[in-house]
Structures are given as structure tokens and as C-alpha cells.
């Protein structure tokens, strides 16, 4: 569990608004979230706190008086050149082993365009809105046109939360991480399989800054499944993290 921790950690930084930094309690918060724990439970907060020192210990990280974590420069240069060195081997295999300089020119754009999308990252919140009253005039105006779709609404009511493959608690609400920047209700949503009801994204509740995490609420338990399915997939270039979430209380 240490190692996970830990590895959640680094990968929570990585995908922060500078690459680096991150506040500890912004941190911790986004982590436990992301390994489905209780937040405020004493005892995930003590394994988060043994993670951090270790990774302070191994140099990967520091810790400031002002409760700033940031990576270390030299581990974000070994990730930046360890995804550079996959990216060469993947070109190399597609394209039949093209010039260094070419893929080294791809690999430029691409993390340009993550520092872009980084730095668009404190608007990216004020985008995430629902048109509830557009969806809920779409809703009544389905049902008086074909009264056939109130008996599978209930159908599906009745068979929400039910133990499925995949699914065996039956669990309908999911946390995804390392949304891109630049998400919004409308491309995840046609990104995900089944249909999603609802989502909840996760801002600082001081700055207001998009974490880049979510909770969705999706249709029944089979939907959930099919939803976890996409599980490390791309969406804009970052590998999607999904969990089953536990039930709001």
C-alpha cells in the first residue's frame, strides 16, 4: 500500500499545474481520493504522511516550512526522458525507425502542448457548468412522446445498484483522475461508455483550480462496469485513473 501511495503521490505531482507543486493538504486530499480513502481518516493520513518522508528520504521530493511539496528537478528529468526513450521506441516500431531528430521534435510538441493545457488550468473550473433545465425540458418532453420510456426508466431504476460483472458490489458512483486540463461535460461524457448522470468536479475549494479529478454518477451498476473498462485509455493525451467510489452518505 506504501508503494501505491507513493506512486499516486508522483503521479498527482506530475499532473499538477506546474509539473512539480503541489500544498501538502491539496495533495493528500487529491491522493486519498484517488485510492478511494477517507480524506480525513487519522490512519490514511499517517500512511500519506510516511509516503511523503519516504519519498523525501529517496530525494524525490521536498517538503518546505510553507507545506509545499514539489518534485525534485532531477526525478521530473528522469520521467520527461523516460517517456522521451518510450516515445522514440514506439515511433521507431511504427515508423520503421525514422531519424532521433524527428521524433525528438514530436515529443517537444507534445509536452508544449501539456504545459499549455497546465497553464489554462485555473478557468478550467469555470467551464464545468450543467444545464439542468435543458436537460430536465429534454427529459419531461421524452416522456409525453413515448410514454413506453417511463416503464424501462423504471426498469433501470429497479436495477441500478445491482451486482453485476464486473461490478459485484453493484456500485454506481466513480472517481476519475488525471482528467486533461481542458476537459468538459461534453467530451467526457461522450468519452464514456454507458450514460453518465452526473458529475461533480473536484476544485480547491480556496483558489477554485480544477484538480483535473472527478466523481460520476453513472445510470445503473452495468454502466459503472462498462465505464470502468476505459481504465488507463487516453483522453487528450493523459491515461484516465478510475475507481469504484464509495456510496455518498
Given amino acids: 500500500m506504501g508503494e ?3 506512486e499516486t503521490i508522483l503521479s498527482a505531482l506530475r499532473g499538477s499545474e506546474d509539473g512539480r507543486t503541489m500544498k501538502v493538504k491539496a495533495l493528500r486530499k487529491l491522493v486519498l481520493l484517488q485510492l478511494s480513502e477517507d480524506a480525513e481518516d487519522k490512519s490514511a493520513k499517517k500512511r500519506f504522511k510516511k509516503a511523503v518522508q ?6 524525490k521530493l521536498t517538503l518546505n516550512d510553507e507545506g509545499l511539496i514539489k518534485l525534485k528537478k532531477s526525478e521530473t528529468s528522469k520521467y520527461l526522458e523516460k517517456k522521451k526513450s518510450k516515445k522514440r521506441k514506439l515511433e521507431g516500431k511504427s515508423k520503421g525507425g525514422n ?3 524527428e521524433v525528438d521534435k514530436n515529443v517537444s510538441s507534445k509536452q508544449k502542448k501539456s504545459e499549455e493545457e497546465s497553464e489554462e488550468s485555473a478557468g478550467a473550473a469555470a467551464g464545468f457548468t450543467i444545464d439542468t433545465e435543458k436537460r430536465q425540458e429534454e427529459a419531461n418532453d421524452g416522456a409525453t412522446e413515448d410514454h413506453a420510456d417511463d416503464s424501462n426508466d423504471t426498469a433501470d431504476d429497479v436495477n441500478k445498484n445491482v451486482p453485476c460483472k464486473g461490478n459485484p458490489t453493484g456500485v454506481t458512483r466513480l472517481f476519475i483522475g488525471n482528467l486533461p486540463f481542458k476537459v468538459d461535460e ?3 461524457r461522450d468519452f464514456l461508455p454507458g450514460e453518465c448522470t452526473h458529475i461533480k468536479w473536484i476544485t480547491d475549494k480556496e483558489t477554485g483550480r480544477f484538480y483535473g479529478s472527478a466523481f460520476i454518477e453513472m445510470r445503473n451498476s452495468k454502466d459503472a462496469a462498462d465505464a470502468m473498462g476505459i ?11 478510475l475507481n469504484y467510489a464509495p456510496a455518498r452518505e
Avoid at 54 to 59: D, K, P, V
Wanted: cysteine-free; charged content about 30%.
Fill in 54 to 59: 519516504s519519498l523525501e528520504a529517496t530525494n
Fill in 186 to 188: 461534453a467530451s467526457l
Fill in 99 to 101: 531519424d532521433d531528430d
Fill in 4 to 6: 501505491q501511495i507513493a
Fill in 231 to 241: 481504465n488507463g485509455a487516453e483522453l487528450m493525451g493523459r491515461k484516465l485513473k
